[in-house]
């Protein structure tokens, strides 16, 4: 059995893979150990594969100590549904998308939205910044710590 087998693996998702999912999984990266979870992103479009995360991420992210700047932009695809155990979306939209892949049920119960984690069943949306300045990247960050807090604390239990 290899060593990655016995981890648990978890895929963020947002739609283009540059601005909130590689935020969220620098986050949540930090905040588990590496010998026992894999955090890995994705984006349900195709517009930013092999990109590094926005200038905009990076910065806020190097601002709270984290390097993102190694991540690649890639898209969502069914094969994520074999290679995880959880898949956080950030939004209603890349719920959708991401539902539409599954190929049963299993598949759409690994999927979650992220912000439910610290609002139970209210399936918030985690706003795009990708279209204004830095201060709703510096909003991004802090909602999504604030739900990777949660996770890790679960996943850590």
Excluded at 23 to 43: M, N, Q, W
Excluded at 86 to 104: G, P, Q
Aim: some cysteine; charged content about 25%.
């Amino acid at each position: 059995m290899t060593r990655e087998t016995n981890m648990t693996k978890i895929l963020i998702v947002c739609l283009g893979n540059i601005c909130r999912s590689p935020l969220a999984e620098g986050i949540l990266k930090s905040k588990l150990p590496s010998e026992e979870f894999i955090v890995d992103s994705a984006g349900t479009g195709d517009y930013h594969i092999g990109s590094t995360p926005d200038n905009r991420s990076i910065k806020v992210a190097k601002k709270y100590g984290l390097d993102i700047s190694n991540q690649r932009g890639r898209q969502f695809t069914e094969l994520d549904f074999i290679k995880f155990d959880i898949i956080y979306v950030m939004d209603s939209s890349n719920y959708e998308n991401v539902i539409r892949l599954a190929r049963n049920e299993n598949d759409k119960n690994k999927v979650k939205m992220i912000l439910n984690e610290i609002y139970p069943n209210q399936n918030y949306d985690v706003p795009d910044p990708y279209t204004g300045g830095i201060q709703g990247f510096e909003s991004t960050f802090k909602m999504l710590d604030e739900a990777c807090i949660e996770i890790a604390k679960t996943l850590l239990k």
